[in-house]
């Protein structure tokens, strides 16, 4: 057990270099296993989510070797089974990428239901949908496992998905990119790490147009050769020291960005009062001497603002000039975080999707939680302006999803560190 220690007050500055996007990697990994040769990807996060999906494909028979902290070699040519379903796979949602895969390659999958971060009801009916479509059967085994199967190729067809779902999107990517014709995929999600996985596909030999439009058309193709692959940067970490510079008021280059994939963050920093700049390959945000004011933000499917950036702009709201409303269209339930927030002294109210939250109300340090993944980072934030001394625990929902966090920031000049809880403290406060 382990927890961060963050001693407020201190003003971030200086430059960060962002890594490679979590959500684009957690996708690409499991696409190696349609390939037909050894890939070797790049800019890969050093984060357990990554360490996990690795190594649920090295179950399942793949050769994977670690080149160097950011780079993984992957053979997938010894996998020889499509059953997914030991308790590593029910540790990480997008282990539900295993289905598209292996039903891309074998024709079938079995694979243990997802996990997560818990925002309420999450639901993988239309990725179901798209696959039965396809020509998959699938049952739900024992309410734990999803079972996938066909005697013959994936047959494309025209999937019209009832909600802009990512995980679905990509997931018949995965199903279509080796099936028997066409696959018109309409309201498709258009994320940048959609286009990541279908520049990463197409590089392997594979059909796929129109990814980043609500409309992707997949020829399926027999053969996908091996490449060297470099994944994009992580948008939701770039948002994340983004709105944590903000919020110290501090002055930061971030670097290693696509500013195209940030505009929705940097609009809602510039209406605030944030000075951002835009470069080829990194942005400055300068919040010093800035008198920040209050905003109404509403997230939505890309471009819309990102709702994996919702909890981290909560933080950062709580130190503005006004009362902003904060509506979150995508999940039903994430706004867990904010209990935590009001123990640190915050005010937000909370009814259903809507947060309203006052600023300028000023934060103490306070035993917190990591409730999931963003909604930690959205506690950090808040200890980084907080008066006093804050202990975030839980963080193994942080590390799913930043590389090197408590370093990163420290060189930005936060005083954070990683402290070791023993397990009988640890059970005193869980
Ligand atoms: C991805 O989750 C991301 N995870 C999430 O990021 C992110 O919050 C989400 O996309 C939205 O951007 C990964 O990429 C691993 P969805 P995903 O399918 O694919 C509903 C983070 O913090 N829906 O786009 O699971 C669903 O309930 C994580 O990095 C259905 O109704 O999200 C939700 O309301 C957390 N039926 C909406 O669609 C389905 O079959 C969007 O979900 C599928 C989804």
Same mark, same amino acid.
């Given at each position: ?68 902290? #950011? ?52 639901? /993988? ?33 025209? /999937?019209?998905?009832?909600?802009? #779902? ?40 594979? #059909? ?9 058309? /997949?020829?399926?193709?027999? +053969? ?22 903000? =919020?110290?008021?501090?002055?930061? @280059? ?27 390959? =990194? ?32 933080? @950062? ?19 867990? +975080? ?16 809507? =947060? ?22 959205? @506690? ?5 302006? =907080? ?14 999803? +930043? ?28």
């Amino acid at each position: 057990m382990e927890k961060y220690i963050i001693n407020g007050g201190n003003v971030l500055n200086g430059e960060v270099t962002v890594s490679g996007a979590k959500n684009a990697a957690v996708a690409i990994i499991p696409a190696t296993i349609l390939c037909d040769e050894p890939c070797r990807i790049e800019n890969i996060p050093n984060i357990s989510d990554v360490t996990l999906i690795a190594k649920i494909l090295q179950n399942l028979g793949a050769k994977v070797t670690r080149v160097n902290k #950011s780079t993984l070699d992957i053979d997938p040519r010894p996998i020889n089974t499509y059953c997914a379903v030991d308790d590593s796979v029910r540790g990480m949602r997008a282990s539900y990428y295993l289905l598209g895969a292996l039903i891309g390659r074998f024709n079938n999958a079995r694979v243990a239901m997802p996990g997560g971060c818990n925002f309420g009801v999450r639901p /993988i009916d239309q990725h179901l949908k798209g696959f039965a479509a396809l020509g998959a059967e699938c049952e739900l085994l024992n309410g734990a496992i999803v079972d996938a199967h066909s005697d013959r190729r994936m047959q494309g067809t025209s /999937i019209y998905l009832d909600t802009v #779902s990512v995980g679905t999107t990509i997931n018949l990517m995965l199903a279509a990119v080796k099936a028997e014709g066409q696959t018109i995929i309409e309201n498709a999600a258009k994320e940048p790490h959609i286009v990541d996985l279908a520049n990463f596909l197409n590089s392997m030999g594979a #059909s796929i147009r129109g990814a980043g439009t609500d409309v992707i058309k /997949i020829r399926g193709v027999d +053969y996908l050769h091996g490449i060297t692959y470099s994944i994009i940067p992580d948008q939701i970490e770039a948002g994340t020291y983004m709105a944590a510079v903000a =919020a110290t008021r501090g002055k930061l @280059l971030v670097k290693n960005v696509t500013p195209k994939h940030l505009e929705s963050i940097t609009a809602k920093l510039r209406e605030i009062g944030v000075y951002v700049e835009e470069y080829d390959e =990194a942005v400055l945000v300068d919040a010093t001497e800035r008198r920040l004011r209050r905003c109404n933000l509403k997230t939505m499917p890309h471009p819309g603002f990102p709702t994996d950036c919702q909890p981290q702009f909560v933080a @950062l709201l709580t130190t503005v000039e006004g009362t902003s409303i904060v509506t979150e269209n995508v999940w039903d339930n994430r706004y867990q +975080y904010v209990r935590e927030l009001l123990l640190m002294g915050a005010h937000i109210s909370v009814e259903s999707r809507v =947060a309203i939250v006052d600023g300028q109300v000023p934060l103490h340090g306070a035993p917190v939680k990591a409730t999931d993944l963003r909604g930690g980072a959205a @506690l950090i934030i808040a200890g980084l302006v =907080a008066s006093g001394t804050t202990e975030l625990s839980s963080i193994h929902y942080v590390e799913r999803g +930043y590389e090197e966090i408590v370093e990163k920031l420290r060189a930005l000049g936060a005083d954070i560190k990683k402290q070791y809880v023993p397990e009988d403290e640890a059970a005193v406060t869980a």
